[in-house]
């Protein structure tokens, strides 16, 4: 048997046993309403990109002599790795002062570009691998 559908003004529909023992979906109103957002809300974009980018200079050392960067066996060559990210850096932080507002797939793009750099980095061991840019490992 095909309970009927009453369709009302809104979209919640409760489970009701009628007096027949027969069940019917039927309206209801909601006995509670969810409770209002109080979380933060998501940066916007250039928020996101800025922030990206003060991290990962912060992380990654940029200032490091050439000396240091090329002493040791490579997996990937850390100077070159860093002299990119550094121009794409830089060219971000000329994008976001001419008030360029970056696509959420260029975020992303960006922080998985910095991830990877970061790995490559962490593997010839000039930094900590515990922890990569743009990974919040704080939160629970």
């Known amino acids: 048997m095909r309970p009927d559908l009453n369709r009302k003004r809104s979209r919640v529909w409760r489970l009701v046993t009628t007096r027949e023992s027969q069940r019917a979906l039927t309206w ?26 003060s991290e990962v200079r912060a992380t990654l050392p940029f200032t490091m002599p050439a000396a240091e960067l090329c002493a040791g066996p490579c997996q990937g060559c850390a100077k070159k ?23 959420l797939g260029e975020v992303t793009k960006f922080g998985k570009t910095c991830s990877r750099i970061h790995k490559a ?8 691998s515990d922890r990569e840019p743009g990974k919040n490992t704080d939160a629970k």
């Open 81 to 103: 790795l860093l002299e990119y990210l550094d121009q794409e850096i830089d060219e971000w932080e000329h994008r976001l002062d001419a008030d360029e507002k970056p696509t």
């Open 121 to 128: 980095i962490a593997a010839n061991g000039l930094i900590a």
């Open 28 to 53: 209801q109103p909601p006995t509670t309403f969810p409770p209002p957002y109080t979380g933060h809300m998501k940066p916007d974009t250039s928020t996101a990109m800025r922030n990206i980018i």
